[in-house]
């Protein structure tokens, strides 16, 4: 996509569209201005990285034309030097954005709590994408799901924190330690 930025524009009114149709919304449409923005931007991942991007628009942009202020916050002028750390959930697999090395454990912090240097959008722009794909997939309990796939992360990442210990993960997580015994057995965590 960097050597054929000229097509940036025709596939996001592509992607859009089929965003909209798999939703079943009403499709956006990109004002120039973000769309010449768009086209600036280096898109180093690939294809996919851009229909995420048009996946989260259809979701959250707030009006049916979306202008440059509209687009995520890891993409906007102001925070350009951000737009290196924004990975994006994509069906389980984390796909990295523009110089994301390690999109995976980026990610996986982030859901625990975001490191310093990113925004707590990270992990929320992720989250947007992922419930969009399921909802498209007309998955059932969404919500169950994904509130069962954050306590895990969570849980997995304060107990990788704490080497294990459970008593200290409990205090970190501001749970009970019944609280934490139930949820490893139910979540089928391993220890």
């Known amino acids: 996509m960097r050597k054929r930025s000229e097509d940036i524009p025709l596939l996001a009114r592509h992607f859009l569209q089929k965003s909209a149709r798999d939703l079943g919304v009403e499709p956006k449409r990109v004002s120039d201005e973000a769309l010449a923005y768009l086209a600036s931007l ?8 851009l229909e995420n991007l048009c996946n989260w628009l259809t ?11 509209d687009l995520p916050p890891d993409l906007t002028p102001r925070q350009d030097h951000m737009a290196e750390s924004l990975a994006v959930s ?9 110089a994301l090395q390690n999109g995976a454990a980026v990610a996986s912090a982030s859901l625990a709590g975001a ?17 969009a794909r399921l909802l498209r997939e ?7 799901e994904l509130a069962r796939r954050f306590e895990a992360a969570v849980i997995r990442e304060a107990l990788d924190f704490t080497r294990g ?8 997580l501001g749970i009970g330690r019944n609280t934490i015994t139930r949820k490893i057995q139910e979540l089928h965590l391993d220890t």
Do not use: H, Y
């Not at 979701?59 to 202020?69: N, S």
């Not at 490191?115 to 419930?131: D, F, H, K, Q």
């Not at 210990?165 to 970190?172: G, Y």
């Open 42 to 49: 280096p898109f180093p991942g690939n294809v996919r990285q």
């Open 59 to 69: 979701v959250m942009a707030p009006a049916q034309v979306i202008e440059q202020k």
């Open 90 to 98: 994509t069906g389980g697999a984390v796909v990295a954005t523009p």
């Open 115 to 131: 490191p310093a240097g990113l925004p707590a959008s990270v992990w929320e722009n992720g989250l947007c994408t992922e419930v």
């Open 138 to 144: 007309n998955s059932a309990d969404v919500m169950d």
């Open 165 to 172: 210990r459970k008593v200290e993960a409990v205090e970190r």
